[in-house]
């Protein structure tokens, strides 16, 4: 059986009839090398600016983008590529992120997709009202992208808590 250098990053890992398995994120395959399908993470803000740059960001990272430019249009792309994580801005048109958390958290396939609010509204009670809709983290506006990064990373690695509703961060 073909050995998968020891350097190489594990990104994913099977068990099953032939004992643990592990995938590099890049691995060489006939002299062909081949990447492991990346995460895909879907932006939703009305902000042109805001989602050129977490876009840019996002690609650089070697994460999937998929953009849209309100709830209802965030919804609607979830339903057709089903994101790994969603970042959710709250002040949009049609239908705001409020709303559109609660729409993909009532579709059975998504409603386990990690949220991230990203928002200028920094009030406890937005805070509060985002982790009780069942947001992963909620990110205030202006935000620095590696910190971003970082919080998206350990959302898709399963690697976070949320505060307690009572105190904490809130």
Known sequence: PAQV???APATASFAGELGNLMIPERFSVAHRTVRTMPKTILI????????????????????????????????EKA?????????????????DGWAARE????????????????SARAQQADLRRGYEAGAAEYVTKPFD???????????LDGNYERPPLGGGRL
């Open 103 to 118: 729409a993909l958290a009532a579709i059975p396939r998504l409603q386990d997709t990690p949220v991230i609010f990203l």
């Open 79 to 95: 339903q057709e590529q089903p994101p790994d994580l969603v970042l959710l801005d709250i002040m949009m048109p049609r239908m």
């Open 5 to 7: 250098p020891a350097e």
């Open 44 to 75: 939703a803000d009305d902000d042109p600016t805001i989602i050129k740059l977490l876009q840019v960001n996002l690609e650089m990272e070697g994460y999937a983008v998929v953009c849209a430019y309100d709830g209802q249009d965030a919804v």
């Open 145 to 155: 992208p590696t910190e971003l990064l970082d919080i998206i990373g350990r959302v």
